[in-house]
T-cell receptor, first 114, second 116 residues
Framework: AQSVTQLDSQVPVFEEAPVELRCNYS??????LFWYVQYPNQGLQLLLKYLSGSTLVKGINGFEAEFNKSQTSFHLRKPSVHISDTAEYFC????????????FGQGTELSVKP | DAGVIQSPRHEVTEMGQEVTLRCKPISGHDYLFWYRQTMMRGLELLIY????????DSGMPEDRFSAKMPNASFSTLKIQPSEPRDSAVYFC??????????????FGPGTRLTVT
């Protein structure tokens, strides 16, 4: 079975500081990896995805993530956060042969303080 | 494109009542997913459809829950009878297939259900 572990449930950070949200997955087969963001009282919105190719992927709002196959990780980073980045962030895994089914992590609450 | 549309956005009902949540996926998408989000259990996949056919309903909590997709542009999630522990935000998402592979899911705004 595959699973997704987000290592931090809450990450407080000051505005303009860098941030890293950690995600590890377990799977015996090739996977596709995603990061979603959820702002308060809204649905989830795709930040970025890794399907194949370059292991460094860039997404919206200045976020990027690096796929590390040997460490089975897909950490999300941003060099300088804004107040508006305050939200819940979800890492998700999809097996290529499983018809679009996503397995989500428990989420990381990013709180950006002035 | 209007995105995934869900209705109602908020629903308050009494225990024992029937609740029906509705979803209109993005036009052209052939996968539709129903999720439930709570503080305790996070985001759970309840059921998903491909070309209107249920593929995996292993996440449906019990027989009180049922889902249908009568056509490509409409799906319902029904809870009968409802219980207070069903209180949650229910999301619908859809995705499309390209070259045989299915990629990102697009989420609706959710329905916040409160059962008293």
């Amino acid at each position: 079975a595959q699973s997704v572990t987000q290592l931090d449930s809450q990450v407080p950070v000051f505005e303009e500081a860098p941030v890293e949200l950690r995600c590890n997955y377990s799977s015996s087969v090739s996977v596709y990896l995603f990061w979603y963001v959820q702002y308060p009282n809204q649905g989830l919105q795709l930040l970025l995805k890794y399907l194949s190719g370059s292991t460094l992927v860039k997404g919206i709002n200045g976020f990027e993530a690096e796929f590390n196959k040997s460490q089975t990780s897909f950490h999300l980073r941003k060099p300088s956060v804004h107040i508006s980045d305050t939200a819940e962030y979800f890492c998700a895994v999809m097996r290529g042969n499983q018809g679009g089914k996503l397995i989500f992590g428990q989420g990381t609450e990013l709180s950006v303080k002035p | 494109d209007a995105g995934v549309i869900q209705s109602p956005r908020h629903e308050v009902t009494e225990m024992g009542q029937e609740v029906t949540l509705r979803c209109k996926p993005i036009s052209g998408h052939d996968y539709l997913f129903w999720y439930r989000q709570t503080m305790m259990r996070g985001l759970e996949l309840l059921i998903y459809f491909n070309n209107n056919v249920p593929i995996d309903d292993s996440g449906m909590p019990e027989d009180r829950f049922s889902a249908k997709m009568p056509n490509a542009s409409f799906s319902t999630l029904k809870i009968q009878p409802s219980e207070p522990r069903d209180s949650a935000v229910y999301f619908c998402a859809s995705s499309g297939t390209s070259g045989g592979l299915t990629y990102e899911q697009y989420f609706g705004p959710g329905t916040r259900l409160t059962v008293t």
